[in-house]
């Protein structure tokens, strides 16, 4: 059974930096590509950003492309998200999804986890 499991989302103010991680069990890690989305209530969920198999990385939303930074750690099973300079627009639910490939944004994931909840304050 394939679990994908956010955690490091928390309650922080305006300037901060936060790293989520996303760790993954019954799936082969390595031929996945992942990404994070992001999502509020009543928007829809928008990609953030995607780091394929060849860790070729697709910045997905133009207003966090300089601020965060997506990696993956195949031994490890793991993906981060490194986010400095947080903002009180990034407050949204933050998914982390496995695919086949990063082009096709949510469409192409199969696999997503239950999300990690990230509030930036003034």
């Known amino acids: 059974q394939v679990q994908v499991v956010e955690s490091g989302g928390a309650l922080v103010q305006a300037g901060a930096s936060l790293r989520l991680s996303c760790t993954t069990s019954?799936?082969?890690?390595?031929?996945?590509?992942m990404a994070w989305f992001r999502q509020t209530p009543g928007k829809e969920r928008e990609g953030v950003s995607c780091?394929?198999?060849?860790?070729?990385?697709?910045h997905l939303l133009d207003s966090v492309k300089h601020r965060f930074t997506i990696s993956r750690d195949n031994t490890k099973n793991t993906l981060y998200l490194q986010m400095d300079s947080l903002e009180p627009g990034d407050t949204a639910m933050y998914y982390c999804?496995?695919?086949?490939?990063?082009?096709?944004?949510?469409?192409?994931?199969?696999?997503w986890g239950k999300g990690t909840q990230v509030t930036v304050s003034k």
């Open positions: 780091i394929s198999r060849g860790h070729t990385i697709w």
């Open positions: 999804a496995a695919g086949d490939h990063c082009s096709g944004g949510g469409l192409s994931m199969k696999h």
């Open positions: 019954g799936l082969r890690f390595s031929d996945y590509a």
